[in-house]
């Protein structure tokens, strides 16, 4: 990985070495040390090009190694490797993703926070929902659901921001989690887990016949959503009480 800055390092090392060279031949003839500068010139430039190659370089290997690191899912090991890559280049955008993700892993969202925001800010899809989920890790339900809802607008088949907003309202308010989940699942009707959570809030609103509708069209979609079955159940019984 270091052969690039090497190699720049070295031509540049060569020129100047054969024009110091020429220069102290040329010194000898005219006894001035004003030949030495081009050579001078040419070494302190090429010196300059190596250096910033093998730094970038170097970035380059660290950011390797995080990513295997963080893949193996040693996310404590990972921290130390992206501190570095931030001291060097503190708007790395890649580098502030892994890091939140690494910090939520190990149950510190309220760092993570922070960095994802900025992120987040500009759009960024994966950005949106890392921080709506660090927001509802720290119980902030509210922000958390503003952040998945700007998910959802800027990334209207992201079904990521469908299903963590329909998580998070579920257990609020159901007039407004079906609300929410009429347009997600007008939106995307193929997904199981919009279809169940939907079922889920039409039962907690007490809309029995309706419930059982979208929780047998979320099981036709997914035979094994252990959720919806038990929500299925639970729907049936009640309708055998009423009647």
Do not use: Y
Not at 39 to 57: E, G, N, W, Y
Not at 103 to 122: I, N, T
Not at 218 to 227: F, I, K, N, T
Request: aromatic letters at 2%.
């Amino acid at each position: 990985g270091l052969c690039p800055a090497i190699c720049v390092f070295e031509t540049g090392r060569n020129t100047a070495v054969k024009r110091s060279g020429k220069a102290k031949e040329k010194c000898e003839e005219t006894r001035t040390e004003q030949n030495l500068v081009p050579c001078l010139v040419v070494f302190h430039q090429a010196s300059t090009v190596a250096l910033k190659l093998i730094h970038d370089t170097t970035t380059t290997m660290t950011w390797t190694t995080t990513l295997l690191v963080l893949r193996t899912g040693r996310a404590a090991d990972a921290l130390p490797h992206l501190d570095r890559i931030l001291a060097d280049h503190p708007g790395h955008p890649a580098a502030r993703f892994s890091k939140a993700r690494g910090l939520m892993s190990l149950d510190r969202p309220d760092e993570a926070v922070p960095l994802l925001r900025p992120l987040a800010e500009g759009g960024d899809p994966e950005a949106l929902l890392a921080l709506g989920t660090a927001l509802r890790m720290l119980d902030r339900v509210a922000e958390a659901a503003v952040a998945f809802r700007a998910l959802i607008a800027v990334a209207p088949g992201h079904v990521g921001g469908h299903v963590n907003l329909g998580l998070l309202l579920v257990g609020g308010d159901p007039d407004v989690a079906v609300a929410a989940l009429e347009e997600s699942v007008a939106c995307l009707p193929a997904i199981a887990e919009l279809q169940a959570l939907l079922g889920q809030a039409l039962l907690r609103q007490g809309r029995l016949d309706a419930a059982i509708g979208r929780l047998r069209r979320a099981l036709s979609l997914d035979p094994g959503l252990a959720p919806a079955r038990g929500h299925l159940l639970r729907a049936c019984r009640e309708v055998a009480d009423w009647e």
